[in-house]
């Protein structure tokens, strides 16, 4: 294990080097350091059989996977220009600089995001998720707060994420659910158009419902973090119509988060929309009258919720 601590160090100098380049040579001197990292990324978290193997195995050491997690997110927080370029003053050479530098942040995080997202959604992984989780959530609070566009860019891509999983919940109570698999999710998608050779592809593939619920739980933790700066009217609509499908189709502990992000979404601009309150109000009373025949565990799920709301 100190063979990869070791190995992932070598990643500092470039990151040093990043720091002190000038925003013309930005986006020619973060490849370097870009390229080593999601080499050690497809090394070690990419086959995701391959981590939930390693997780297995009974050591006193650091699993390597988790190594490589704790590290990305020590250079969010030490090295941010590895992920978003620092804003510069509004010249029309840095306007087009900088556009060109938000396409690549922007190309580099989606894929960060897949590889992420694709342990989300592994069964034999979850001792991981709650990290997975922190990870994304961090990444989206440095580009709120350094880059508000890609921001803007990514939240709407985690919304049209969690549309096309309910979608697919929704669809496998309506079809026989074995026709479904595997399905392919098409988001966070690294540009068509020329990008760097080392942003290998590995699309997030889903066998099963419960793949989807895995991912969902993630979502809602991600969302919950988000939400308050995400709120205009469009996407205030969107979380309204994942809370309502949630609240018919998911499972209990679904359910538990959903009815805490509703709370936040209450507190922040009052109850669902006119639109959508008939079927939010229906589905809640649905739940309450399942409370009857809910055991112990299950309702635990719904106490803390409850009681924020």
């Known amino acids: 294990m100190c063979e990869q601590g070791l190995e992932m160090a070598s990643i ?14 930005y986006n020619t001197v973060v490849q370097k350091p870009r ?3 999601c080499q050690f990324v497809d090394k070690m978290l990419t086959d995701v059989d391959v981590v939930a193997l390693e997780l297995l195995k009974k050591t006193d050491s650091q699993p390597t996977c988790v190594m490589l997690l704790d590290f990305i997110q020590h250079i969010m927080k030490s090295f941010p220009l590895m992920f978003v370029s620092a804003p510069q003053k509004p010249t029309k050479e840095i306007q087009r600089l900088s556009s060109d530098d ?33 990870i994304i959530i961090s990444l989206l609070w440095l580009f709120k707060n350094k880059n508000p566009f890609i921001f803007g860019v990514q939240t709407k891509e985690m919304l049209g994420l969690f549309q096309d999983l309910t979608c697919l919940t929704e669809k496998s109570v309506m079809m026989q659910e074995s026709s479904l698999w595997p399905f392919t999710i ?15 592809p590995a ?53 538990g988060i959903v009815i805490a992000l509703s709370s936040k979404l209450i507190k922040l601009g009052g109850p669902p929309p006119e639109e959508l309150s008939n079927m939010f109000f229906t589905s809640f009373v649905d739940l309450l009258q399942l409370f009857k025949e809910a055991d112990r565990a299950e309702l635990e799920l719904y106490e803390e919720p409850f009681s924020e709301l």
């Open 102 to 134: 938000e396409c690549s942040c922007i190309d580099f995080s989606n894929w960060i995001i897949t590889r992420l997202l694709r342990i989300a959604a592994a069964p034999n992984c979850q001792t991981l998720h709650n990290c997975i989780a922190k």
């Open 186 to 200: 098409d988001r966070f998608i690294v540009a068509v158009r020329e990008h760097p050779g080392y942003l290998t």
């Open 35 to 37: 390229q080593i990292l």
């Open 12 to 25: 500092l100098p470039a990151l040093r080097e990043l720091e002190s380049a000038s925003p013309e040579d």
């Open 203 to 255: 699309p997030l593939q889903l066998n099963s419902l419960f793949q989807v619920e895995l991912l969902e739980i993630i979502l809602l933790r991600i969302l919950s973090s988000i939400v308050s700066n995400v709120f205009c009217r469009r996407q205030r609509l969107i979380l309204w119509e994942i809370c309502c499908s949630l609240l018919e189709h998911g499972s209990p502990k679904i359910k």
